[in-house]
């Protein structure tokens, strides 16, 4: 049984930086892709950004570009999403994910395509 623990949430000023990582426990082979996810109070969870053991290719949602950098560690046990320039609508819970099937638009984030999940770390952006 694969299992994905995130950590390294917080509250933080509004311009700050934070990064959260996602430890992955049990897995016998590379995943297709990892992605994160997030989802504000009230709102529908939504994809953030999401890479490509393989050969580290990344993708990130517009409204994260150029502030957020996801990545893995070397033995592609551990995901990582670095948070910069943190603004107070990315206030959510975060959440990684991992696929196994090979998906030709591996860009594109929906929930349903991801089979494991963490149980989400918590960033609160405030001014």
């Known amino acids: 049984l694969v299992q994905l623990v995130e950590s390294g949430g917080a509250s933080v000023q509004s311009g700050g930086s934070l990064t959260l990582s996602c430890q992955m426990f049990?897995?016998?082979?590379?995943?297709?892709?990892m992605a994160w996810f997030r989802q504000a109070p009230g709102k529908e969870r939504e994809g953030v950004a999401v890479i490509r053991p393989h050969d580290g290719a990344g993708s990130y949602e517009p409204f994260v570009q150029g502030r957020f950098f996801i990545s893995l560690s070397n033995d592609e046990s551990t995901l990582y999403l670095q948070m910069t320039i943190l603004q107070l609508e990315d206030t959510a819970m975060y959440f990684c994910?991992?696929?196994?099937?090979?998906?030709?638009?591996?860009?594109?984030?929906?929930?349903?395509?991801?089979?494991?999940w963490g149980q989400g770390t918590q960033v609160t952006v405030s001014s």
């Open positions: 994910a991992a696929d196994w099937e090979i998906r030709p638009q591996w860009w594109i984030l929906r929930e349903v395509d991801f089979g494991t």
């Open positions: 049990g897995s016998t082979g590379s995943t297709y892709r």
